[in-house]
């Protein structure tokens, strides 16, 4: 999950997920999956694949290189 910048709430939920190889995601499944343990304020409203996470040297994921990178239109946007 990462924060992206709205012109309303100052910030807005966006979920980037690697999926398994040879899997489907389906957007509205997996909005209704969480929409259904947690709050709507906390429901991701974008959600984004990517083949690989942007790591630190310590194989944490570098959360503000995949706001750059969707700033740059760089993620790719779940259907």
Do not use: C, N
């Not at 807005?12 to 690697?18: G, I, K, M, P, S």
């Not at 209704?32 to 690989?52: G, L, M, Q």
């Amino acid at each position: 999950m990462i924060g992206l910048p709205d012109e309303k709430w100052g910030e807005t939920v966006a979920a980037v997920l690697r999926p398994a190889p040879g899997a489907e995601l389906r957007r509205q499944e997996l909005f209704d999956y969480v929409r259904a343990s947690i709050a709507p304020h906390k429901t991701p409203r974008d959600w984004f694949v990517v083949s690989e996470f942007p790591l630190t040297g310590s194989g944490k994921i570098q959360k503000f290189k995949l706001q750059k990178m969707s700033a740059e239109g760089e993620l790719t946007p779940l259907d």
